[in-house]
Structure formats: C-alpha cells, structure tokens
C-alpha cells in the first residue's frame, strides 16, 4: 500500500494571520531549542567532591595606633554653641579625666 502524503495548506490559507502566528511560534521554539542546546554545551561542571576545601589562613594584627580612637568615646548630652553650661563644664571634666589616664592605657 502507498502511503498517502497530506496536502500540503494552499498560499491562501498561509497568508493568514493565524497561520503566520503559528508557523512563527514553531520558529521561536526551534531558535529556543537551539538556544538551550547552547547554553548546556557552553555549561562548565567541576567535580569538586574530590578536593579538599582548606581553611583561608587569616592573621589578624592590632597595631596601637587603632586603639587610641576607643578612648575619645563620647559619654553624655551634648551642648552647641555654649548652649548649655553645666554640660559643657561637665563634658570638659571627663576630657580631663581621659587624658590623665591615657598614658596609663598605653
């Protein structure tokens, strides 16, 4: 027995909107086809259960001069511009105080 080809759709009826739309939507999922294809071969795989992740080696290092910044803390209100007296009297008292005592943290 022959086996029958279909008909192939006449210009008329692939001159039709609804035609084009769906010959251009089985052109879009080839080019996405296409696209993935690529994008899988482009894919790199490293087999990483093999290798040994160390540690990153850190070396923290406190150099002094960093430490003298922790001493001008400031503790209290505020006052601007001579505002308030008693916090500033109050205020100049601690600054005193500090640096009496910052030779002794040195």
Partial sequence: MEKK????????????????RSLEKEV????ER????????????????DIEIQKPKI??????????????ATVGRKSFKSFN??????RHQITITTTKLIPFLL
């Fill in 28 to 31: 879009q999922e080839q080019l």
């Fill in 34 to 49: 296409e696209r993935k294809r690529v994008i899988s071969e482009a894919e790199w795989v490293l087999d990483t259960k």
């Fill in 85 to 90: 007296k008693q916090i500033e009297v109050d």
């Fill in 5 to 20: 080809e279909p008909k192939k759709p006449s210009s008329r009826l692939l001159g039709m909107k609804f035609m084009q």
């Fill in 59 to 72: 070396q923290i290092e406190y150099q002094p001069s960093y430490l003298a910044f922790t001493a001008d």
